[in-house]
């Protein structure tokens, strides 16, 4: 039996020792660590990479989107209209930047929100929309992008899951003018440490963001606004770097894998991700589903097959949102997608042998569950 951990940032690291060393010794040498020339490179080459006019980094990728909120003079009793199938931090952001996050319910396919239920959850105070590119599979951005500009307020994107990916040929994050990323270890592209980053077209917001990741200072010593410390430091930048070149290749692994699981799971009792026509997804997750989710997750995990739940809790049910006042039943679709789905393991180190070997695991279990 080949046991198929969930992860394994240990291969991965592996496979980039000496570019990681050579990356390491540079900084190490260069006696600079915060907003240097690495990290100047690091968003000149993100920024390219994703077709925006600016990208600027930032320590995490919830700070990315506190940021951009607060760089588009989001206030106080402002509503930011976001999922509610998504990392907790994606909401966190909003509360921290001083707005209320109002949820959306999500298609029960993709697992975004749609233009239908972000049409619904508008309000007088509605000031943005954040919607996320959840998994690595793009929104469908354009129509929420006419709803915005109808009613003259920004969307930022979440694409902290979904660097590389596509939307009608064009890579999200700037497509709205500016959007989020996160380098957490495990997201396609990772830092080996915190990171993020926040890529905006519009130069104002870039020079706003800028001031904002760093006290707030327009000059050494002279702090202009009330900003706070989120700075990405050299050592990530020029690691990131090093990662930012392989991107493509760890991109279409995945996509590879993501379709060798459609191939070999499509008559296995268990219901797939379907890539949308807009859409060329990265695949930071394969989804799967399942009503028995819990039974199906066990007896993978008896075969040797690590498996996680992104997320097992919609988050008006979590206690840190209780204040919003929402409760079961608010957003029917998540809470039942929430029971349901199952992240299966898929990275770019992951080898054919593993990838069947979850395949063989899930044939053997998923139908019995029924
Ligand atoms: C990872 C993630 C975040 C937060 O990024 P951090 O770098 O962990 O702060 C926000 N939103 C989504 C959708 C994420 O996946």
């Given amino acids: 039996m080949t046991a198929v951990p969930f992860g394994d940032l240990k291969a991965h690291v592996r496979a980039l020792r000496p570019e990681i060393d050579a990356a390491v010794a540079r900084v190490l040498d260069s006696g600079w660590f915060i907003l240097g020339p690495e990290g100047e490179a690091f968003e000149r080459e993100l920024a390219a990479s994703l077709d925006a006019r600016h990208a600027v980094a930032v320590a995490n990728g919830t700070e990315a989107i506190q940021l951009a909120l607060e760089a588009l003079g989001l206030a106080a009793g402002d509503e930011v209209i976001t999922s509610p199938l998504t990392a907790a931090f994606t909401a966190l952001a909003v509360l921290r930047a001083g707005a209320r996050p109002v949820f959306a319910d999500v298609d029960p396919v993709t697992l975004n929100v749609t233009p239908e ?154 219901d797939l991700p379907v890539e949308q026509a807009y859409a060329r997804a990265v695949y930071h997750l394969y989804v799967i589903r399942h009503p028995r989710r819990d039974a199906l997750a066990a007896a993978l995990k008896e075969r040797g097959v690590g498996t996680l739940v992104h997320y097992p809790i919609p988050l008006h049910l979590q206690p840190a949102f209780a204040e919003l006042g929402k409760r079961r039943g608010d957003f029917p679709v998540a809470e039942k997608a929430a029971g349901e789905i199952l992240s299966i393991p898929l990275f770019p180190e992951m080898t054919d042998d593993q990838a069947e070997a979850v395949i063989r695991a899930i044939r053997e279990v998923a139908p019995g569950l029924r």
């Fill in 117 to 270: 239920t972000v049409e619904r959850a508008l309000t007088p105070h509605t000031r943005a929309l954040l919607p996320v590119h959840l998994y690595g599979h793009p929104v469908d951005l354009d129509p929420l992008i006419e709803m915005a500009r109808r009613r003259g307020i920004p969307l930022v994107e979440d694409a902290c899951q979904a660097i590389g990916a596509r939307y009608k040929g064009r890579p999200v994050g700037a497509l709205s003018g500016i959007g989020a990323l996160s380098f957490y270890p495990t997201k396609n592209l990772g830092a080996l440490g915190d990171g993020g980053a926040v890529v905006v077209n519009d130069p104002e917001i870039a020079t706003r963001l800028r001031r904002l990741r760093n006290g707030g200072q327009s000059d050494r010593y002279r702090h202009e606004v009330a900003g706070i410390n989120s700075r990405l430091d050299e050592m990530q930048a020029a690691l990131l770097r090093v990662k930012l070149g392989h991107l493509s290749a760890w991109t279409d692994r995945r996509r590879a894998l993501a379709a060798r699981y459609e191939e070999g799971l499509r008559d296995a009792g268990v």
